[in-house]
């Protein structure tokens, strides 16, 4: 399996902004984002295909953005106006395809370790 390795989880006021980034360790067509709150379920987040084309869950459409640099196998995740909700353990994910990811599909998936992120009202 192919590592990930997270970075630039923190605290932040609600409306603020924060960066998430992720590196992995060799190429994946799909690369994603996921997140875990306390008592809930893991749910993606964002993903980002070979193509650079980001597909958003409806909760972070419009404030999060996800990109991909494929020369250093990494992906971003730019995080704005975000919201106590938002408040989480967020797993960078990749896979064969996104689709696999977006309908729970993860027995050939690969998770990074996890990276806090906590928004305060």
């Known amino acids: 399996q192919v590592q990930l390795v997270e970075s630039g989880g923190g605290s932040v006021q609600a409306g603020g902004s924060l960066r998430l980034s992720c590196t992995s360790s060799?190429?994946?067509?799909?690369m994603g984002w996921f997140r875990q709150a306390i008592g809930k379920e893991r749910e993606a987040a964002a993903t980002?295909?070979?193509?650079?084309?980001?597909t958003y869950s409806d909760s972070v459409k419009g404030r999060f953005t996800i990109s991909r640099d494929f020369a250093k196998n990494t992906i971003y995740l730019q995080m704005t106006s975000l919201k106590p909700e938002d408040t989480a353990i967020y797993y960078c994910?990749?896979?064969?395809?996104?689709?696999?990811?977006?309908?729970?599909?993860?027995?050939?998936?690969?998770w990074g370790q996890g990276t806090q992120v906590t928004v305060s009202s």
């Open positions: 980002i295909s070979d193509s650079g084309h980001g």
């Open positions: 994910a990749a896979d064969r395809t996104c689709a696999r990811l977006w309908r729970g599909s993860y027995d050939s998936a690969s």
């Open positions: 060799r190429y994946e067509f799909c």
